[in-house]
C-alpha cells in the first residue's frame, strides 16, 4: 500500500465522520436525530422527525461524502482493492465519527455514494432497486438490505474488477442493518410513512367505530 492510498483511506474516513443530520438538525432547528425517532443519525430518521428538506440535505451530502474519496482516489490512480478500501472508511467515517462520539449512522447513502463513482448505468440500476423496493414495501430498510445484497452482482456484470471492494463494503452495510432484520422479521420494524388510524386499526383486527346516529342522515 502507498503513500496516496492511505492518505485518502484516512481523508475517506475524516470526510465520513462529518454527520451531516446532526448538523443540519442543529442549522434547522429540528431535534437532534441521535435522540429523537429511531435515534439513528440519518436521512431517513431526519424525514421524521424535520420533514422532507432537512432529509433531502442529509441525503445529498451523505452521497457526497462517500462519492468524492473514491472519485479522488480513482482520479490518482489508486487500485481498485485500495478503493474498497478508501469506500469503507467513508462508511466506517459514518457509522463511527471520530467527531460525534463515534455514534453514527447505517452508512447506505454514503455506501451508494462511494460506489457511483465507477458508473452511471450502475448507479441507476443501484437507485432504482432501492426505490422499488421502498415503493413496494415502504421500509427504507428493506430497500438498503436488497440493495446490499443485489450490489455485487451488479458490479461483476458491469465492472467485475470491483466485485471484491463492493462485496466487502456490502457486508459491512448488512452488519450494520442486523437489528433491522431481525425487527423486519418479527414484523416489527416502522415503515417510512405513518398509516392512517383506519388502516392501522383494520391491520390490528380492530372493528370500526360505531357511526354515529348524526351520520346516518
Known sequence: MNAIAIGMIIFAYLCGSISSAVLICKLARLPDPRTHGSGNPGATN???????????????????????????GYRLG????????????????????????FQGGKGVATAFGAIAPIGLDLTGLMAGTWLLTVLLSGYSSLGAIISALIAPFYVWWFKPQFTFPVSMLSCLILLRHHDNIQRLWRGQENRIWRKRPK???????????????????
Open 78 to 101: 489508486v487500485p481498485p482493492f485500495y478503493l474498497g478500501l478508501i469506500a469503507i472508511a467513508a462508511c466506517i467515517g459514518h457509522i463511527y465519527p471520530v467527531f460525534f462520539h
Open 46 to 72: 431526519v424525514l421524521r422527525v424535520g420533514g422532507k428538506a432537512a432529509a433531502a440535505g442529509v441525503m445529498v451530502f451523505d452521497v457526497l461524502k462517500g462519492m468524492l474519496p473514491v472519485w479522488l
Open 199 to 217: 388502516d392501522r386499526a383494520r391491520e390490528q383486527g380492530e372493528d370500526t367505530p360505531p357511526t354515529k346516529p348524526e351520520d346516518q342522515r
